[in-house]
């Protein structure tokens, strides 16, 4: 018996017995927390796990498809132009509109295809902060120059915070650029506009199934919000075209290494039941 791993069991046992002994599960305050946590789990797995989230690793796992990792290095990797690098990161995720959760994939997606920490960083802080709907938005509640402040003010500051990591791991960055010397040059295996069509109808869906509900009943907002799921099984449609006019079993089995009968119905399985569940809420709220 090592006394050494043994000690912090018995630990972490005792510590855990007292927490459950202790709980007091008779205070009002104490139910009203653990009944709101619980709450909120709910919330968060019915508004963003099922409609943020999975959209968001389908298409960091496109990512490590369809963008080839010579291409990652050429024009966001460590040895690329800062300029070029950082301006692409930090203003990347305007068309995006994702949230602080929904850019984490994105984020990983890049890194691992080899680019450079500063400007993934970059492009992991702008993100949520620069999409073309909260710069509307917030344009429209707090006025024109807070709009643009923010949108100034986040490329700005994710500049700002990629240099600062870069600087701080430079040793693993100067690293990294050494081993992207020796990579070959990218070889394009399809037209540039069919990934372009490819992200868009992903990003689509990604968009338009968390349209939310503008607080005036008529105007274009409105109209999008009434028609936001057919807008957006109009894109799940052409995403599926698409799927299967690029070659679905390659992509699906790369992706998720799983055969390709399995992945469609993981598709099907997921976009139904985020559709079945979202409009399931909005006609019992």
Known sequence: ??????????????????????????????SRSVFEALAL?????????LLCLIPAFFIAGAISVFVSQASVMKYLGPRASKPLAYGVASVSGTILAVCSCTVLPLFAG?????????????????????????????ARILGAEIGIARAVGAIVFSVVIGLAMHLIYRKEETAKADAAMA??????????????VYFGAMVGILVFANWGRPRDAEGLWHAIWATKWLITGGFAVGLAVILIAIGVKFMLEKVVHIPTGASLLMIVVVLGGAVGASLWRERHV
Not at 7 to 20: D, N
Not at 183 to 196: G, K, T
């Open 110 to 138: 890049i890194w691992r295809m080899g680019a450079g920490l500063g400007p993934a960083s970059a492009f992991l802080y702008a993100g949520p902060a620069v999409n073309v709907l909260a710069i509307i938005l917030t």
């Open 1 to 30: 018996m090592d006394w050494k791993v043994e000690w912090k069991r018995l630990l972490w046992g005792v510590v855990v017995f007292a927490a459950c002994f202790a709980m007091p599960v008779d205070w009002p305050r104490f």
């Open 183 to 196: 990579m070959p040059e990218a070889q394009v295996e399809r037209p540039l506009w069919q990934n372009i």
């Open 41 to 49: 789990t709910k919330w968060y797995a019915q508004e963003h796990v």
